[in-house]
C-alpha cells in the first residue's frame, strides 16, 4: 500500500510542478495508515504544500488540553523522514525531545514520513490493536511551527470493515475529513473499529453514540440517561456550543471503573464492562461530567486557555473550577434529572467530603497550589485534589450564595453568566473574575471566602454550610491518629488502639526522622507524611528520656472519617426552598 501510496505521490508533484503559481495557497494533508501486517503502529505521513522556506521545524506537544501533566509521547515517534517534491530526501535533526528540523532547500512541497510505536500501553486516550484503535491527535500528529493555522485534509486508511467517528468534518469520499486547523485536528479524536452507533436529535441537534466492545447491560437504559443529561446541560445554558456531538465509548474488558477526556465536539469515554453491567449511575456520572465541559473549560475558559502554547505548560491556579465546578455539576445533572436518588446524591457528596478530610495535604497545599503545581507532581500524587475538594468547595459556596440571596441566586446564575459574559464574546476570564462573578451574582463580598478556603488551607466549615439546606453531617473517626506539638516535634496526640501506638510510639516521644525526613515542628510532620504512599509502613526514628529508637509503622495525621449526610427533621421554609431549589425538580 505504501509503494502505491508514494507512486501517486510522485505522479501529483509532476502534475503540480507542471503548472506552478506564485501565488499558490499553502495547504496541509496529513494521512494516517494502519497497516494489517503491522499492529504496532499508525504510520503518518503530512504533505505540506507551497511553504516554500528553507528550514521547517516540526513539533510534537508536551501537554494536551485537558490533560494537566507532560506528555512522554516523543519516545514513540520513529522512523522520520522528509522528502522534497523530487523525491530527495532531506536532512533531518533532532533539536530536542519535541523538536526536528528539516533542512528543506526552500522545497515548495515537503513530504513527511514516520511512526508512532502503539505496541506497549499508552497513557490515557491512544490505542492500537487489532480489534480497534483509538487515536488522540497530540499524542500522534506533528505539525509544523508556523502553520498551525492552515486548514487540514485528513485521510484515513483502515483495515476492512472498520469505521471512522470523529467530529471532524466529512469529506467527499470515505475516510477523509477536514480540520480547520491543527488545533481542531488534535481537539478532534477518533474512534476506528467496527462499532455499533445510536443517535437523536435535541432541537435539531444531532447527537452520535458510538459504542465499541460488549457488555451485558441495558443499552435502552443507558441511552436514556445520556439523552436526559443532554437534554438538561443543554436546557441549563440555554444553548448547544456545537453543530454536533459524539459520545465515543469504548468499553473495556478488565478493571472496574472508568474515566473520561473532553473535546469541544465529542468525548471519548472509557467504561469497564463490570461497571456498565453493576453501576450504571456512575457510568451516567463519568458521561455527565465530560458533557458539562462541553461548556466549562470549552467554552468557559481562563484567558491563559485562549490561545495553546503546546510546548510548554499553561499553568492556571484555576483547575478547582474546571473539574471541581464540573463534578458539581455532574453529580446535580443526575439527582435533576432522576437518574440519581436524593440517597445517591448525598452519599456522593459525603464521599467528596470524606476524600478530603482524610487527605492530610488539605492543611498544607491550597486549592489554587494544588492546580499550579499538578504538572510538577502529577495525577498520581497524593496531596490535595482540585477535583475532590474542588467539587466540595463548590458545594459550599452554591449554599453561601443560595443563603445569602435567600435563594433567589445560585451557582447555577454564576455559570450562566461567565457563559454568556465570556464564552459568548469568545475571551477568557482572568484569574480574579471567578470571584468577582460570585460578588456580583451574590450581591455579597466573598473575598474572605476564597482566601480562607481557596487560596488558603483552613478546615471546611461543613456543617454551618450545609444546614442552610437543611442537611446534617455526622462524622465518625476510626482512629490511627499522631498528633505533634506546635512549636516541637513532640508527640501530645496518640490513640492507644493505634498501629503506632502497639508498634511503641508514646505520647511525650521526640520524633526526629519520618521516611528519611527531618521533623522539626507539626508542618514538617504533615509535609513528610504528605509525601509517603497511604498505608504504607515507613521508618520513623524518635527520641525517649534521650534514648534513640527506631521503628517500622504506619503513620496517619488524621483519623479516617465515615461521613453521613442527613436531613434535619423540622427544617424551617427557608432551608426548605433551598434544599428543593438545589436538588431540583425532576422533569422527567
Known sequence: MR???????????????????????????????????????FHIRIVAENVNQDDIILVLPKWRPGIYVELDSYQFIGDLHAYSES????????????????????????????????SSPRFMMSYLSKRYAIVDGALNFLYIMGKRHLPIDVNLRVPHGWKVASALSSGEASFEFFASNYDELIDSPMLISNFKEYYFTLENFPFFVIMNGTANFDINNFLVMIKRIVDYQGTFFADYPFDR?????HVMPQGSSGGGLEFSKSSLIILSKELLTNNLKKAANIIAHEFFHAWNVKRI?????????????????????????????????LIRTGIWSERDYLDSQANMIKKVEENPERMITSLEEASISIWEKGYLHNGTSFYDKGQVITSLLDL??????????SMDDVLRFMNQWFANHEQGYEEDDILRAVNAISGYDHTVFF?????????????????CAGITIQTVPIFDVVELNTLDSKIVKIDSASIPYREGLRIGDELK????????????????????????????KFSRLGKEKTITTVLKTNDDVQVELGYIQDPDDKQLRIRNSLLGANPF
Open 3 to 41: 509503494k502505491l501510496l508514494s507512486l501517486l505521490f510522485i505522479i501529483t508533484l509532476w502534475l503540480i510542478s507542471s503548472f506552478p503559481s506564485s501565488s499558490a495557497a499553502q495547504k496541509l494533508i496529513y494521512d494516517l495508515e494502519i497497516d494489517e501486517e503491522n499492529w504496532d503502529s
Open 87 to 118: 523525491t530527495e530526501e532531506l536532512s533531518v535533526t533532532q533539536l530536542d525531545e519535541n523538536r526536528w528540523l528539516i533542512q528543506s532547500g526552500n522545497s515548495s512541497t515537503v513530504r513527511i514520513e514516520y511512526d508512532v510505536d502503539h
Open 245 to 249: 456531538y459524539l459520545f465515543l465509548v
Open 301 to 333: 475558559y481562563p484567558d491563559v486557555f485562549a490561545s495553546y502554547d503546546y510546548t510548554t505548560p499553561e499553568r492556571t491556579k484555576d483547575l478547582w473550577f474546571i473539574e471541581g465546578v464540573t463534578s458539581y455539576y455532574a453529580d446535580l445533572t
Open 400 to 409: 453561601s450564595i443560595r443563603d445569602k440571596t435567600d435563594n433567589s441566586r
Open 451 to 467: 482566601n480562607k478556603y481557596i487560596s488558603g488551607t483552613l478546615d471546611l466549615p461543613y456543617g454551618d454550610y450545609l444546614n
Open 513 to 540: 526522622f519520618v521516611g528519611g525526613l527531618e521533623i522539626k515542628d507539626q508542618q514538617s510532620f504533615l509535609q513528610a507524611l504528605a509525601d509517603l504512599e497511604k498505608d504504607k509502613p515507613t521508618e520513623v
